[in-house]
């Protein structure tokens, strides 16, 4: 069975950091593009960064272009969000998403981490 | 960017029909491939995958979820409707970066 269980959220001041972590089981972890999806308290998904399988293409929505960084240890199935300059409007709950390989869908998803960025 | 457009809410009655639509800004479709996915979300949970490529039933889902569509416009069916499904209802294009999702349309009773 496909598990992604998130950890590391919290509440931050604006400016501050913050990683987010996202530990990956039943599948073969290496084999697969991942992805942060992100959502604000009461509104709609948003793509936040994608990585490629062996770590070597990481991809970001323009907000956060500079301030975050998708990585992964394949080694140890775990991947990570290093937050940075946190902002008000990080506020949301990121997902971990398992990505098609194909077609970018996401087919798995973890059941998300709050991140609160408030003085 | 890729906008996806569909109505927030949708009424609808146990046992009948639900059609929610999404219609992207540009067209979303590769040669014979529409990039063009579904997704659940029920309250306080992540979202699943309910249909990918516009038509293809995920691994699990009933068969009372279809999806239709080609180009820029897309609907997600389900019928008929049982009480679980109620939730929103979230569009995905992975046709151009960044992926962008619909507002979401809300399956209400």
């Known amino acids: 069975e496909v598990q992604l269980v998130e950890s590391g959220g919290g509440l931050v001041q604006p400016g501050r950091s913050l990683k987010l972590s996202c530990a990956a089981s039943?599948?073969?972890?290496?084999?697969?593009?991942l992805a942060w999806v992100r959502q604000a308290p009461k509104k709609g998904l948003e793509w936040v960064a994608t990585?490629?399988?062996?770590?070597?293409?990481?991809y970001y929505r323009d907000s956060v272009k500079g301030r975050f960084t998708i990585s992964r240890d394949n080694a140890e199935s775990t991947l990570y969000l290093q937050m940075d300059t946190l902002r008000s409007e990080d506020t949301a709950t990121y997902y971990c998403?398992?990505?098609?390989?194909?077609?970018?869908?996401?087919?798995?998803w973890g059941q998300g981490v709050m991140v609160t960025v408030s003085s | 960017d890729i906008v996806l457009t569909q109505s927030p809410a949708l009424a609808v009655s146990l046992g009948q029909r639900a059609t929610i639509s999404c219609r992207a800004s540009?067209?979303?479709?590769?040669?014979?491939?529409?990039?063009m996915h579904w997704y659940q979300q029920k309250p306080g949970q992540q979202p699943k995958l309910l249909i990918y490529?516009?038509?293809n039933l995920a691994s699990g889902i009933p068969a009372r979820f279809s999806g239709s569509g080609s180009g820029t416009d897309f609907t997600l069916t389900i019928n008929p409707v049982q009480a679980g499904d109620i939730a929103t209802y979230y569009c995905?294009?992975?046709?151009?970066?960044?992926?962008?999702f619909g507002v979401g349309t809300k399956l209400e009773l």
């Open positions: 998403a398992r990505r098609d390989s194909n077609y970018w869908y996401f087919d798995y």
């Open positions: 039943g599948f073969t972890f290496s084999d697969y593009n």
């Open positions: 990585i490629s399988y062996a770590g070597s293409g990481t």
């Open positions: 540009q067209s979303v479709s590769i040669s014979r491939y529409n990039l």
């Open positions: 490529r516009a038509s």
């Open positions: 995905q294009q992975s046709r151009e970066s960044p992926d962008t």
